[in-house]
Each structure stands twice: as structure tokens, then as C-alpha cells.
């Protein structure tokens, strides 16, 4: 089983920056597929990128292109997204998932097996 925790989310300005960070818990962490997602208020939650176990596939959806970078450390069993020129509209509850499934790296939430419980961003305009 893994347990994983979000962090670093906060208040930021348009265009500022920000770095998440996931803590997992469990020795096979580096079997899992790890999957940013977001739920904006009043909004589905929305897949944000994914990093397979040895973090040479990432895969983003179209709003996080070029804008964020997801990133892992196996030895420290995080994942890391960091978030540039960020904008009002990504403003959300960001959570962490962890998953063995083809399809977590895909960004379905059906291929992810564990979740943390967010960590909330706000962009200001």
C-alpha cells in the first residue's frame, strides 16, 4: 500500500511560480506510475501530467504544456510538478495519485490506485 501526502501549494500571483511536492510512503514506490490531477471550484477534477516509475515518460495535458514540469525522485519517493507563468485559471485543490496501470499514464483517474488529499493553489490576478 502507498500513502502518499501533497504539499507546497499556496497563494501566488499571475505569472509566479510554484512547486508541488508529493511525499509517498512504501518500499515500491518506484513501481508506481505517479499522475498529477486538479479540481478547480465548481469543476470536474482534470488529469495535469503523469511520470512513469523511472521518470523518462511524462505525459501532459494541453493546459500544463510548457508551462509545468512533473518530476520524480525514487530515492527520496517524491514526485515533484513545478508550475510556471501561472494563471488565475489554474487556480485549484492539486492532488497526487499513485497508480500501476497503463492507463495512469494516460491521466485516467481509473488507472490510479492511491490518492493524497490535495494541496490547494491560488492564483491571483
Known amino acids: 500500500q502507498v500513502q502518499v501526502v501533497e504539499s507546497g501549494g499556496g497563494l501566488v500571483q499571475a505569472g509566479g511560480s510554484l512547486r508541488l511536492s508529493c511525499a509517498a510512503s512504501?518500499?515500491?514506490?518506484?513501481?508506481?506510475?505517479m499522475d498529477w490531477f486538479r479540481q478547480a471550484p465548481g469543476k470536474e477534477r482534470e488529469f495535469v501530467a503523469a511520470?512513469?516509475?523511472?521518470?523518462?515518460?511524462?505525459y501532459y495535458a494541453d493546459s500544463a504544456k510548457g508551462r509545468f514540469t512533473i518530476s520524480r525522485d525514487n530515492a527520496k519517493n517524491s514526485v515533484y510538478l513545478q508550475m510556471n507563468s501561472l494563471k488565475p485559471e489554474d487556480t485549484a485543490v492539486y492532488y497526487c495519485?499513485?497508480?500501476?496501470?497503463?492507463?495512469?499514464?494516460?491521466?485516467?483517474?481509473?488507472?490510479?490506485?492511491?490518492w493524497g488529499k490535495g494541496t490547494l493553489v491560488t492564483v491571483s490576478s
Open positions: 511520470i512513469n516509475w523511472s521518470g523518462r515518460s511524462t
Open positions: 512504501g518500499r515500491t514506490f518506484n513501481t508506481y506510475t
Open positions: 495519485a499513485a497508480g500501476t496501470a497503463y492507463s495512469a499514464l494516460m491521466g485516467r483517474e481509473d488507472g490510479m490506485d492511491y
